[in-house]
């Protein structure tokens, strides 16, 4: 069974950084994309940044230059580098990814991780 975890959510001044982790265990065979979510109160959930396997990125317009995503493929790991924090910011963050098993591709969720931008 193929679960997704993220952590590195917390309180953060504006200004301030934080990295997120997202961590994919289980039966994995290959990840094909995975990206990183957000859902800000009263808000429908937005993507902010996703990459291929092949390394490929992209990202919403409202978070380029201050995002960064990355991948560690022997830990099964993505990261999401945020630089600049800024009270708009805050939501649970959530990583998505479509992954191979050995049969075919499925997508997944992790639970999310709360980021709080605050003085």
């Known amino acids: 069974q193929v679960q997704l975890v993220e952590s590195g959510g917390g309180l953060v001044q504006p200004g301030g950084s934080l990295r997120l982790y997202c961590a994919a265990s289980g039966s994995i065979f290959s990840i094909y994309t995975m990206g990183w979510y957000r859902q800000a109160p009263g808000k429908q959930r937005e993507l902010v940044a996703a990459i291929t396997n092949g390394g490929r990125t992209n990202y919403a317009d409202s978070v380029k230059g201050r995002f960064t995503i990355s991948r560690d493929n022997a830990k099964n790991t993505r990261y999401l580098q945020i630089d600049n924090l800024n009270p708009e910011d805050t939501a649970v963050y959530y990583c998505?990814?479509?992954?191979?098993?050995?049969?075919?591709?499925?997508?997944?969720w992790g639970q999310g991780t709360q980021v709080t931008v605050s003085s």
């Open positions: 998505n990814a479509d992954i191979n098993s050995g049969t075919s591709y499925y997508n997944y």
